[in-house]
């Protein structure tokens, strides 16, 4: 019986066998093309075809989000300009191994270039190369192993075509030797509602298919090969665990009483029904992103306020928090801003970009007052991005200007934590959204892979910032909220509660898990908790001693 610890994402417990990942397939060789190059083409077209004929009958069985991934990933096998370029690299005198490789490697350059939601597509590409060579070559297809027994899957990381092709229904839990709290594999987790632990290190060399496997979202840990007495403990305590992840849906509360509203994060109208059926008090964060994403120019008043409205009908009597357009790095506008910037993250976004284009912005306050105007959510809007209380005197004035009743700052640039006393006096409301607030307290990309193991909320340089902003609102006797991913891991939420955030939103699959987390805590536990994770030297280090 061994042990290995990392990230647990979740509090549920799986006892399974392992199953675990191909690696990835090793680069081709450069040796020129030995065989007839008309055979050569013979025997990539032939493999392309297969690829796209497997990704589309895993598509039509996936159905769901999943089919419509899998669907994108055919097409991507049988692309027209990716086919001109393998044949140009094998008419080059490449082997088709190679020329495969390589082509897809080239368009997987030119989408990453781009960045956003394009460049995220680029591990799709690679998928698709993977496969394809992995036919040239007669072996396993790289990708989720299938199984008809349940098993706990064992990754390097999971990719997001990885995640959408896996096996709900027989996977049990997700083990990963890489990857952060905001990694794919994380987020896949929490949104099914499936254990994990992430960045275990050592795990791949540990683990073997076939070995009985513990593990333990809410410690963090991994048993292998555990004996009979630890599986039936844990089999126990898992049923426990799901009980009071089933139990009938509460509002929000702590063991004393203390209310902690659970909202839910929602990012078009259509994710309403979920949200309220899962028991949100309410909806946090409203990311209005929807609208515009796809267009080339703002939509209309009329079509916001249809849309707005929409969502709001669904929260009678509750709060709705709207996040103003957020444009910029992740989320590139290119009608708010066309301006090549060598740090997109540092430049232009947010609340600057909409203030550089005011009419956008005013277009957009007007269609959420008439959208509060026509419904009986309690409509709540805020601005991202907002550094300090001149940024947050312009948008609470021009938002109570056009109407709304209910103006705040979201806190994601850490100098807005060092004034939270000038904003909060302005402010109705403040909201946190912790995964940029640790981008720019640690200065590591949240998209980068390299520095995903710095984008920790439980980084003590991050907690004490949301402290600051507990204490600033306490003391203006203002809400304090937080609706980045923090909210939804149940650990960090009782410490969150301990640093005085007043309510929390998160993807409405983890409400349940947070909801029993909060329950089995009192306001004074949960500050004692707050208190040793603050103190604690890395995030690794406040994560063990809220637990201790
Ligand atoms: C955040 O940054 O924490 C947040 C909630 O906003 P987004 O993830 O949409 O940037
Ligand atoms: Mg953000």
């Avoid at 100098?415 to 959204?433: H, K, M, N, R, Y």
Wanted: hydrophobic residues 50%.
């Amino acid at each position: 019986m061994g042990a290995l610890s990392g990230v647990g994402v979740g509090r549920g417990i799986a006892v399974a066998k392992v199953l675990r990942m191909p690696e990835p397939l090793a680069p081709p060789s450069d040796e020129p093309l030995a065989a007839d190059a008309g055979a050569e083409h013979e025997r990539v077209r032939q493999a392309l075809e297969g690829v796209a004929h497997e990704l589309q009958a895993r598509a039509a069985a996936a159905g769901g989000d999943a089919q419509q991934v899998l669907e994108a990933a055919a097409l991507m096998a049988q692309d027209p300009a990716i086919l001109d370029d393998v044949r140009a690299r094998l008419d080059g005198g490449a082997n088709a191994e190679r020329a495969t490789w390589d082509a897809y490697g080239a368009f997987r350059d030119m989408l990453t270039a781009m960045g956003g939601y394009m460049a995220e597509r680029a591990t799709d590409l690679d998928d698709v190369a993977q496969r394809v060579v992995a036919r040239l070559r007669g072996v396993a297809a790289p990708g989720v192993p299938q199984s008809d027994e349940p098993f706990i899957l064992v990754a390097r990381d999971l990719a997001p075509a990885d995640t959408a092709t896996l096996d709900l229904e027989r996977t049990l839990a997700l083990v990963t030797e890489e990857g952060g709290p905001t990694s794919h594999t994380a987020i896949l987790a929490r949104s099914k509602s499936l254990p994990a632990v992430v960045g275990v290190v050592g795990l791949l060399s540990a683990v073997a298919d076939g070995q009985r496997m513990i593990v333990d979202a809410r410690a963090g840990t991994v048993v292998l090969d555990p004996d009979d007495a630890s599986v039936a403990a844990a089999l126990v305590e898992r049923e426990s665990r799901a009980a009071a992840s089933s139990a009938p849906i509460t509002e929000g509360a702590l063991a004393d009483g203390t209310k902690v509203p659970l909202l839910a994060n929602v990012g078009s109208p259509k994710d309403a029904p979920a949200a309220v059926a899962l028991g949100a008090e309410g909806v946090g964060l409203f990311r209005t992103e929807f609208l515009f994403l796809d267009s080339s120019s703002a939509p209309s008043v009329e079509a916001q306020t249809v849309a707005y409205t929409e969502l709001l009908q669904a929260f009678p009597g509750k709060k709705v928090v709207a996040r103003v357009l957020d444009a910029g790095a992740d989320k590139p506008l290119p009608f708010l801003n066309d301006a090549h910037e060598e740090n997109p993250a540092l430049g232009l976004r947010g609340i600057r970009a909409l203030r550089a284009t005011e009419q956008i912005l005013r277009d957009q306050l007007t269609a959420l007052a008439n959208a509060q105007a026509a419904t009986e959510a309690e409509l709540w809007v805020m601005a991202p991005m907002i550094a300090d209380v001149e940024e947050t005197e312009y948008f609470v004035g021009l938002g109570r200007e056009l109407g709304l009743r209910t103006v705040g700052a979201m806190a994601e640039v850490p100098s807005i934590a060092v004034v939270a006393d000038q904003v909060l006096e302005v402010a109705d409301f403040v909201s946190i959204g912790t995964n940029d607030l640790t981008q720019y307290t640690l200065a590591a990309d949240r998209q980068l892979g390299s520095v995903a193991a710095f984008q920790d909320p439980w980084h003590p340089a991050v907690l004490r910032l949301v402290g600051m902003l507990g204490e600033a609102g306490a003391k203006a006797g203002k809400p304090v909220g937080v609706c980045g991913e923090a909210a939804a891991d149940p650990a960090l939420a009782v410490v969150l509660v301990g640093l005085g955030v007043t309510s929390l939103s998160m993807s409405a699959s983890a409400l349940a898990d947070v909801r029993a987390e909060l329950l089995t805590v009192t306001l004074d536990e949960a500050r004692e908790r707050a208190a040793r994770a603050v103190a604690a030297r890395s995030a690794a280090g406040a994560r063990a001693a809220a637990a201790a």
